[in-house]
C-alpha cells in the first residue's frame, strides 16, 4: 500500500503539525512517515485530492473517536478477518485510537450478560453519535428466530441498534444483501434460501452505506470511516449504497490480465498452458465484466502487486455484485456490460485463437458505427479464438486418443 501514496505534500505536513505527529506517533506506536503514508493511501483510495491527506491527518490526530457499535450475524466472521489482516495501522490500533470498538462479540473480552450491558450503556452514552457497523445477513423466516443473541432476534437487535446510529454501515456481502446465506439451493420448489436471510436496508427499510465483498476490502471500510471522521459525514454513495470511490468501476476495466481478454487469450481450463502464463479468465467464468469493485487496483492483505482473486489465478465470482456472487454459477461467463476493446488487437504472437485484422475492424465499424463495430468485433474475437482452441483440442484428442491406441 505505501508505494501508492501520493507523498505530495508530506514536508508540508511535518513542519506545520510536528507536535500532532509526535503526539500521533506515541499513540499508535507507529514512525510519523508510516503514518502519513497511511493517510495518503486513505485518500487515494477515497479519491480524494492530492492535498486531502493533510486533513485525513488532521482528523485522525485529533482522536475524536466515534463510537462503534459491531453486530454479527449469520456470516462467517470473515470481515473482521479481513480487517484484522490490515497492517497499517493494524486493527488493534485502530480500534485504540481511530475508533472506540464498544461493542464487537468476537474481539470484546466481555461475555453474557455483561456483553449486553456494555452494548446498552455505549449507545445511552453515544446515543445520535454511534456508528454501527453490521456484519452477517439477518434471517427473517419465523419471525428470524434462527439467529438470537442474548434471546433478541438479529431483526429486533439490528432496529433496536439503528434507531439511534448516526451512520449504519452493513459490511460484506452478507450485511449488504444478504451474501452467500441468501443464497437459493438449487432444489425443486425453492424460492428463497432457507432462512430468508436478508440485508440490513431491507430489515430497516431505508438505505444504508454498504461494503460489500466476501470478504471485503478492509481498506474500502477504514476509507470510508475515516472519511466519516474527517468530514463528518459517509463519502457519495451509488444507488446501492456503496461507495462511488471504491465501486464505480468495473474490475474488468483495471484487470491485469485485461490485454489478454482483448488480445483474445483465454485460460481454458485451470492449469493449461494458457492458465499458467496468466491469460484472461473469462473463459473460467470470470465475472469481472459485470462486478463492480476496486479489487483489481487496491489489492488485499498488504502482501504486495496482485495479491486478489484474479491476480492469484482464480476468476472473479463477483462477490461484490447481487445478482452475481452465490447467485451465478461460477463457470458460467460473464455478462458484458461495458464492451470497450481498442481499435485494433495488440499485435503480439497470438499462441491461441485468431485475431482479427485491423481492416476488418475498420470495415465493421465503417458499417455499423463505431460502439457497435467495437462489440461485433469483441464477439467475433471470442468467437474466433474459441472455435480455434476448439479446433486445437479436438486434436489433441485425437492424438492422445492416437497415442494411447498405439500403446
Ligand atoms: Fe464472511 Fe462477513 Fe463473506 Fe459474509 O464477510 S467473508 S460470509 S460477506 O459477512 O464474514
Ligand atoms: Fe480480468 Fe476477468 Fe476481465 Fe479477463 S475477464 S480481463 S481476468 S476481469
Ligand atoms: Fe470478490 Fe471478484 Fe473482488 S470475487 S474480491 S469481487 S475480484
Redesign the pocket.
Known amino acids: 500500500m505505501e508505494g501508492r501514496a501520493d507523498m505530495g505534500n508530506m514536508n508540508d505536513i511535518f513542519d506545520t503539525g510536528r507536535q500532532a505527529l509526535q503526539e500521533v506517533e506515541q499513540r499508535l506506536e507507529m514512525p510519523r512517515r508510516e503514518f502519513l503514508q497511511f493517510c495518503a493511501t486513505l485518500a487515494v483510495t477515497m479519491g480524494l485530492p492530492s492535498g486531502a491527506e493533510a486533513a485525513v491527518a488532521k482528523a485522525i490526530e485529533s482522536a475524536k473517536r466515534p463510537s462503534v457499535i459491531w453486530l454479527h450475524f449469520q456470516e462467517c466472521t470473515g470481515c473482521s478477518e479481513s480487517l484484522l489482516r490490515a497492517e497499517h495501522p493494524t486493527l488493534e490500533k485502530l480500534i485504540l485510537d481511530v475508533i472506540s470498538l464498544d461493542y464487537h462479540e468476537t474481539l470484546m473480552a466481555a461475555a453474557g450478560h455483561q456483553a449486553e450491558a456494555a452494548r446498552k450503556a455505549a449507545m445511552k452514552a453515544n446515543k445520535g453519535k454511534y456508528v454501527l457497523v453490521v456484519e452477517g445477513a439477518i434471517p427473517t423466516k419465523q419471525n428470524g428466530i434462527y439467529c438470537k443473541i442474548g434471546g433478541q432476534t438479529a431483526i429486533d437487535m439490528v432496529k433496536e441498534c439503528a434507531a439511534d446510529a448516526a451512520a449504519v454501515i452493513a459490511i460484506g456481502s452478507c450485511a449488504s444483501w444478504g451474501g452467500m446465506p441468501s443464497t437459493i439451493p438449487s432444489i425443486s420448489g425453492a424460492d428463497s434460501s432457507p432462512t430468508g436471510s436478508a440485508g440490513v436496508a431491507e430489515i430497516l427499510g431505508k438505505p444504508v452505506m454498504t461494503i460489500p465483498?466476501?470478504p471485503p476490502?478492509p481498506y474500502n471500510f477504514l476509507a470510508a470511516v475515516v472519511h466519516f471522521l474527517t468530514f463528518g459525514k459517509l463519502p457519495e454513495l451509488d444507488k446501492l449504497g456503496r461507495p462511488k470511490f471504491a465501486y464505480s468501476r468495473l474490475?474488468h476495466e483495471n484487470c491485469e490480465r485485461r490485454a489478454h481478454f482483448d488480445a483474445g487469450r483465454f485460460a481454458m481450463e485451470f492449469g493449461d498452458t494458457g492458465h499458467r502464463q496468466g491469460y484472461c479468465l473469462y473463459k473460467l467464468g470470470c465475472?469481472?465484466p459485470e462486478?463492480y469493485?476496486n479489487?483489481?487496483t487496491l489489492g488485499?492483505g498488504d502482501a504486495g502487486e496482485n495479491n486478489?482473486?484474479?491476480g492469484c489465478g482464480h476468476p472473479?465470482?463477483?462477490?461484490?455484485?447481487k445478482g452475481v456472487?452465490f447467485t451465478k454459477p461460477i463457470h458460467q461467463v460473464a455478462k458484458m456490460l461495458n464492451v470497450t476493446p481498442p481499435l485494433q488487437y495488440p499485435r503480439i504472437v497470438e499462441e491461441q485463437g485468431k485475431a482479427a485484422s485491423f481492416a476488418s475492424a475498420a470495415a465493421v465499424a465503417a458499417v455499423a458505427g463505431a460502439a457497435a463495430g467495437a462489440a461485433i468485433m469483441i464477439t467475433r474475437n471470442l468467437g474466433l479464438s474459441h472455435a480455434a482452441e476448439e479446433a486445437e483440442r479436438a486434436k489433441d484428442a485425437g492424438k492422445s486418443g492416437a497415442d494411447k491406441a498405439g500403446a
Open positions: 465483498g466476501c476490502n474490475i465475472k469481472g462486478t469493485a479489487c483489481s488485499f486478489w482473486p484474479v472473479c465470482i463477483g462477490c461484490t455484485e456472487g
